[in-house]
């Protein structure tokens, strides 16, 4: 059994954890009165964006990563024992499943909405909600981390037995070795992945409703893979957390810009 008395959450985790999830819920509060001001928000895109994003990339998505990931499959098991094969799956998932939930909604919910500045309302919506997400997420931990320091990990494992219980005592130390560096890059990571949740909105959109421009939407797909898959090598230790960081903000700078010059601002500013 995994010895768990040595697992604490130091003061600078939690501070760690109080840092990166304020800095993500701010970044989302500001994208909303940046954008607000350079363009005319469209309020029913917005809200889409907000929904679709936990419907596709909470839920839908671990229908398919239940069996590749979790379940006791041959899959499972391989992705387990190999950090390439986890993150690609990983990766491959979010990309197929954000990046599908975008397309089905511009070409149903959304059908009506026309201007070019809707795919910015929807972006917004979907990568301000992540943030939100990830932030209250980040902000959960302090009080897991407060059970564990008064009661034990025991006290935060539900029952969970044999290799679920493994499983959950590594996860809980590796909360427990956050850091405050790590907590305030974390935050202001939010930033460049809003930027690539709106770049990857404006693709989506301009493949759902340009002729010809399909292919838009499996691109958005595959590069919304390759950067999530870009952990990968921090993960297996060829960078550290502050490179890895500044890649990630490099390849979504360079998509969302990508995007905006060559797709964005070649759309009509109201689609037909």
Known sequence: MTNTENITFSNEALAGYWVSGALMILAALTYFFI???????????LIVGAVVFPVFALGLKNILQYPLLIADTPV?????????LLYFIGAVC???FEETGRFIAFKTVLKDCKSREDSVSYGLGHGGSEAVYLGLHNISLIAMGLIVNNSGVDAVLKGAEGAARESAVEQVRGYAEQTLLSGVLGGFERIP??????GLSMLVFAAARQKGKGWLYPLAIFLHALV???????????FGLAVMEIILVVMSAAIFFGTYKFVYKKMDRNEV
């Open 193 to 198: 992945s809003i930027a690539l949740q709106i």
């Open 76 to 84: 499972a098991r391989a992705a387990a024992d190999n950090i390439w």
């Open 228 to 238: 999530d898959f870009t952990i990968a090598f921090y993960k297996a230790g060829y």
């Open 35 to 45: 954008i607000r001001k350079k363009v005319k928000l469209n309020v029913k895109a």
């Open 94 to 96: 979010a990309g197929l």
